[in-house]
Nanobody, 124 residues
Framework: QVQLVESGGGLVQAGGSLRLSCAASGHTFGSRAMGWFRQAPGKERGFVAAISRNSGYTVYSDSVKGRFTISRDNAKSMVYLQMNSLKPEDTAVYYC?????????????????WGQGTQVTVSS
């Protein structure tokens, strides 16, 4: 069993930055690929970024590529999402997710564990 707790969300002006953190419990963190997803009101949950178990591979959605960076610290069981050059369309609840295996997938159904989410609001 894995428990995930996100933090770091908030209100920021367009062009600003935020760093989201996800704290994971459980001794299997280092064997799991991790992902970030987001869901805006009235929209489906969508893929943002993912990182392989050993940080060797990362994948980003086209909408955030070049602006967001995913990273992890296996010693601390933490995953991060550095978000720069934020836009109003980045406004959403952001979720951290863990897979059962170490390879990257981009679909929400490929992830087994989810955090409760953290709100990110970008004002224009």
């Amino acid at each position: 069993q894995v428990q995930l707790v996100e933090s770091g969300g908030g209100l920021v002006q367009a062009g600003g930055s935020l760093r989201l953190s996800c704290a994971a419990s459980g001794h299997t963190f280092g064997s799991r690929a991790m992902g970030w997803f987001r869901q805006a009101p009235g929209k489906e949950r969508g893929f943002v970024a993912a990182i392989s178990r050993n940080s060797g591979y990362t994948v980003y959605s086209d909408s955030v590529k070049g602006r967001f960076t995913i990273s992890r610290d296996n010693a601390k069981s933490m995953v991060y999402l550095q978000m720069n050059s934020l836009k109003p369309e980045d406004t959403a609840v952001y979720y951290c997710a863990a897979r059962g295996g170490g390879y990257i997938y981009t679909g929400p159904n490929d992830y087994d564990y989810w955090g409760q989410g953290t709100q990110v609001t970008v004002s224009s």
